[in-house]
């Protein structure tokens, strides 16, 4: 059997397959588009979202200004969940073996620094 055949007969079939989905989505009428969202011009009421919006109006000059940056540390704790001694930063004592300091120990010898990798 000729293989031409039945690839001719594929090609035209899948053709015609989508020359009748263009017709079926040309016949449909378009939506109209929806509305923009608009934005609310509600003043908050939670002090922290007005900081943080003046914060946001200020632009570059934020990044310098104690009370912006307050205000984004708090917004980030609240996000995060955590405790406000939570996010204060540890000291380098607290943290085991992130020291650069060499390790004392038990029998008294000095152990070298464990290495990152």
């Known amino acids: 059997?000729?293989?031409?055949?039945?690839?001719?007969?594929?090609?035209?079939?899948?053709?015609?397959?989508a020359l009748a989905m263009g017709l079926l989505a040309l016949r449909d009428q378009p939506k109209p588009?929806?509305?923009p969202a608009t934005l609310s011009t509600d003043l908050p009421?939670?002090?922290l979202q007005a900081k943080l919006r003046s914060c946001q109006l200020a632009g570059q000059a934020a990044g310098s200004d104690p009370g912006c940056l307050a205000a984004w540390a708090e917004?980030?704790?609240?996000?995060?969940g955590e405790s406000p001694r939570a996010s204060a930063e540890p000291a380098s004592g607290d943290m085991p073996g992130k020291s650069s300091e060499p390790a004392i120990v038990a029998s008294g010898a000095i152990a070298?620094?464990?290495?990152?990798?």
Not at 2 to 11: D, E, F, S, T
């Open 75 to 80: 917004n980030r704790r609240r996000f995060l």
């Open 1 to 17: 059997m000729n293989i031409r055949l039945p690839a001719r007969i594929g090609a035209f079939a899948c053709l015609g397959v």
């Open 33 to 35: 588009a929806s509305p």
């Open 45 to 47: 009421t939670d002090p």
């Open 112 to 117: 070298p620094a464990p290495q990152e990798q």
